[in-house]
């Protein structure tokens, strides 16, 4: 048996330690406050951000991002791959947004570039890409393509951060990026998410949208806008937007402030376990040729070849059988269009348009990719893979 669980040991001891010793403190700060500030500088640092906005998770992230967004674009199409996480769609479809699916490319595994950008329209408010499983999306036709027709693009980095698109950090080509921080993500607060930007306007909002759409919130400066404009509130509850409690805490804040020391060098792990991975790895059978320059994964992708039912149900055994964890379907669970949540709006029929992520639906997994994973169990797991009879 591998043992091989979808994340390990990614919460550690002198993580815990530095939650203990906020705790050890006479009558301590646990709502936001300064470890959330610092939290949130010394990530806009790591990532190369100017702002960002310490949530409470990366849907939260998410939610926020498209509230923004519906604020500064109103009502119209957003832009959103079938491949990704339901908070996604689902933070789209919150804000009033109508959703436009775009098929994935087969090497990235996030949008096709070339449907993306013909799906633009008049009524277009945004594009919100994510970057799957640690690979990057992004290519100079999209980001071009964008920029001359005035489309904003949002990424979502939740599960790829650390990965680069020409030497520049994920999360900084867009108006806005979103990262989590969930137990099973490159880093871990427990729950936990970041909205980034590195528009000032938008940062002010941001905060603003995280804790009610109270004034209070943002800098001194936005707050005299308000208050001159609304001298019959009290300046403490101006409330600027229908907005959200998705603040996090100081616990939160330490842990995450404790993990970044060990962020790169982690990640630094991640990318060559996953190098060996695909080195070894059947290319007859598994899709090898993924688009791995600037990659950062904390899992690895294994996407059948061909669309064999009988080799995946003898993969799925083999893996189940061998005591390691994994996901059909990759991200989210593979093709959006399939869910109940979408249906209803989409139709029944909708996932047919998309057969690129319906083969990575029924045919793709993945499996976890932890920085303390030995090669010559990586060696193993690709043994055993490469030997399973269908
Ligand atoms: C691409 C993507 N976006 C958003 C999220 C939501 O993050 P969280 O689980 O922190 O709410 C996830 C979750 O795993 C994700 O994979």
Redesign the pocket.
């Known amino acids: 048996m591998l043992q091989w669980p979808l994340m390990r040991n990614n919460i550690v001891r002198e993580d815990l330690e530095a939650a203990i010793e906020l705790l050890r403190r006479d009558d301590p700060m646990l709502t936001q406050s300064s470890n959330v500030r610092e939290f949130e500088r010394e990530w806009s640092e790591w990532a190369g951000v100017k702002h960002s906005v310490f949530v409470n998770?990366?849907?939260s992230a998410?939610l926020i991002t498209m509230a923004a967004l519906r604020e500064l674009r109103g009502a119209g199409e957003v832009i959103v791959p079938t491949l990704?996480?339901v908070?996604?769609i689902a933070s789209v479809l919150q804000c009033g947004f109508t959703p436009v699916f775009v098929d994935i490319d087969e090497r990235t595994l996030g949008m096709d570039v070339d449907e993306v950008l013909r799906k633009i329209t008049p009524r277009t408010r945004g594009v919100f890409l994510?970057h799957i499983l640690g690979y990057n999306a992004l290519d100079e036709n999209l980001l071009k393509g964008l920029e001359a027709r005035g489309v904003p693009l949002i990424e979502?980095v939740?599960?790829s951060y650390g990965a680069t698109f020409k030497g520049r950090k994920l999360g900084n080509f867009g108006l806005m990026s979103?990262f989590?921080?969930?137990y099973a993500?490159h880093m871990s607060t427990v729950?936990g998410?970041m909205a980034c930007t590195n528009d000032p306007e938008l940062y002010e909002m941001l905060r603003m949208l995280r804790s009610h759409g109270m004034v209070r919130e943002a800098s001194p400066r936005v707050r005299a806008r308000y208050q001159e404009r609304h001298p019959d509130l009290n300046p403490d509850f101006i409330f600027a937007f229908p907005a959200y409690n998705v603040r996090s805490t100081e616990i939160n804040a330490v842990i995450g402030r404790s993990q970044l020391k060990r962020l790169d060098a982690n990640n630094a792990k991640r990318t060559e376990n996953l190098k060996l991975f695909l080195k070894n790895l059947d290319a007859k059978r598994y899709r090898t040729d993924f688009a791995v320059e600037g990659s950062c994964n904390y899992a690895f992708t294994l996407i059948l070849r061909e669309a064999d039912d009988r080799l995946a149900q003898a993969v799925m055994r083999a893996l189940s059988d061998a005591g390691i964890e994994f996901r059909r379907g990759t991200?989210?669970g593979g093709n959006q269009l399939r869910q109940p949540y979408l249906r209803n709006i989409v139709g029944d029929n909708a996932w047919k348009a998309c057969p690129k992520v319906d083969h990575v639906h029924f045919y793709g997994m993945y499996i976890g990719n932890y920085p303390d994973l030995e090669k010559e169990r990586i060696l193993e797991l690709c043994a055993l893979l490469n030997k399973v009879c269908a």
């Open positions: 998770s990366g849907s998410n990704t996480w908070s996604d994510t979502d939740c599960e979103n989590s921080f969930y993500h729950e998410g991200s989210g």
